[in-house]
């Protein structure tokens, strides 16, 4: 079969208009208002190259694991979105034949979540070291979603926070978060997910019934994390737009759970299949320690108000 030739024009436009509309989601973090010239977009720099690093690194380690393999793979396609918290929606990479092993298909799933995690650790380290403890304010704010890997990185850089007060993400910190949050997203084990090829490479085709068993759990644990912010809160006293927010706080796995059941309508139920080949033992070690990153990773709630 032809390999088809790849086309670079509409996949470096969109890098280069995603790194504009990062630079203005960052300079507006930075400024505390939306940048009016070049020197303003300028400092938007601090948020947006480091998460672009992150995202580069995840999709082109899919890139390159798929040329290392002779799968024919597009370039990234990102999704600049200037109006939107990080200024983008991450990027689609697409495999366009199947792939022929299950070796081959477990390091194009892996290549991405592993190298975009090399990228943002540092990034996190770094950030949370250099963000401010400060106390809480009066006024409605926002709350990132915490994993264990974040609370212990919290923990180790800036040790128990004072009642009252909470660590204040720079815009580099916010940059690491989001990569830790893109990569939890990425390793569910569903679909055509990152987390889904590495699943399939381990599991077979019973990795497709895992797929339908997570897709249904997602509304439930979009409703149990509900719960378990609202019912405390509840029983505190609290009503009002506060417990709405608290109620609503696990709302990002229901919408996730619409986003994939579309996708399954798009492209069907089922993991395209591989040949029948053995996994060899270092990529099952690999493949393991690579959805156990969802465990370690995973944020109960996105983001919230508070």
């Given at each position: 079969?032809?390999?088809?030739?790849?086309q670079w024009g509409?996949?470096?436009?969109?890098?280069?208009?995603?790194?504009?509309?990062?630079?203005?989601?960052?300079?507006?973090?930075?400024?505390?208002?939306p940048?009016?010239?070049?020197?303003?977009?300028?400092?938007?720099?601090?948020f947006s190259?480091?998460?672009?690093?992150?995202?580069?690194?995840?999709?082109?380690?899919?890139?390159?694991a798929?040329?290392?393999?002779?799968?024919?793979?597009?370039?990234?396609?990102?999704?600049?979105?200037?109006?939107?918290?990080?200024g983008?929606?991450?990027?689609?990479?697409?495999m366009?034949?199947?792939?022929?092993?299950?070796?081959?298909?477990?390091?194009?799933g892996?290549?991405?979540?592993?190298?975009?995690?090399?990228?943002?650790?540092?990034?996190?380290v770094?950030?949370?070291?250099?963000?401010?403890?400060?106390?809480l304010?009066?006024?409605?704010?926002?709350v990132?979603?915490?994993?264990?890997?974040?609370?212990?990185?919290?923990?180790?850089?800036k040790g128990?926070?004072?009642e009252?007060?909470?660590?204040?993400?720079?815009?580099?910190?916010?940059?690491?978060w989001?990569?830790?949050?893109i990569?939890?997203i990425?390793?569910?084990p569903?679909?055509?997910?990152?987390?889904?090829?590495v699943?399939?490479?381990?599991?077979?085709?019973?990795?497709?019934?895992?797929?339908?068993?997570?897709?249904?759990?997602?509304?439930?644990?979009?409703?149990?994390?509900?719960a378990?912010?609202?019912?405390?809160?509840?029983l505190?006293?609290?009503?009002?737009?506060?417990?709405?927010?608290?109620?609503?706080?696990?709302?990002?796995?229901?919408?996730?759970?619409?986003?994939?059941?579309?996708?399954?309508?798009?492209?069907?139920?089922?993991?395209?299949?591989?040949?029948?080949?053995?996994?060899?033992?270092?990529?099952?070690?690999?493949?393991?320690?690579?959805?156990?990153?969802?465990?370690?990773?995973?944020?109960?709630?996105?983001?919230?108000?508070q």
């Amino acid at each position: 079969m032809q390999r088809r030739k790849t086309q670079w024009g509409l996949p470096l436009v969109l890098i280069a208009l995603t790194f504009l509309s990062t630079f203005y989601v960052g300079a507006a973090q930075v400024l505390e208002r939306p940048p009016s010239s070049i020197e303003d977009l300028a400092s938007g720099w601090v948020f947006s190259i480091p998460l672009m690093a992150i995202l580069l690194a995840h999709e082109f380690g899919h890139f390159f694991a798929g040329m290392y393999h002779r799968i024919d793979v597009s370039p990234p396609y990102f999704i600049p979105v200037p109006f939107f918290l990080l200024g983008t929606l991450g990027a689609v990479i697409q495999m366009r034949e199947r792939v022929r092993s299950r070796n081959a298909l477990l390091d194009i799933g892996a290549a991405g979540p592993l190298c975009g995690m090399f990228i943002a650790l540092p990034v996190v380290v770094y950030g949370i070291a250099t963000s401010p403890v400060q106390p809480l304010p009066e006024a409605e704010y926002f709350v990132e979603g915490r994993s264990i890997l974040y609370l212990g990185i919290l923990y180790l850089l800036k040790g128990p926070i004072p009642e009252g007060y909470d660590v204040f993400l720079t815009p580099t910190a916010l940059a690491g978060w989001a990569g830790l949050l893109i990569t939890m997203i990425n390793l569910l084990p569903f679909g055509q997910l990152d987390g889904g090829h590495v699943a399939y490479a381990l599991l077979g085709p019973r990795q497709n019934r895992v797929s339908q068993i997570v897709l249904r759990l997602l509304p439930f644990v979009a409703v149990i994390i509900g719960a378990a912010y609202a019912v405390p809160s509840y029983l505190q006293g609290v009503r009002g737009d506060r417990l709405t927010y608290d109620a609503a706080a696990g709302m990002h796995w229901l919408v996730w759970a619409v986003v994939l059941w579309l996708l399954t309508r798009a492209t069907g139920p089922d993991h395209p299949p591989t040949e029948p080949t053995e996994l060899s033992p270092r990529r099952h070690i690999v493949g393991w320690l690579t959805l156990s990153l969802f465990i370690l990773l995973f944020m109960p709630s996105w983001i919230r108000m508070q």
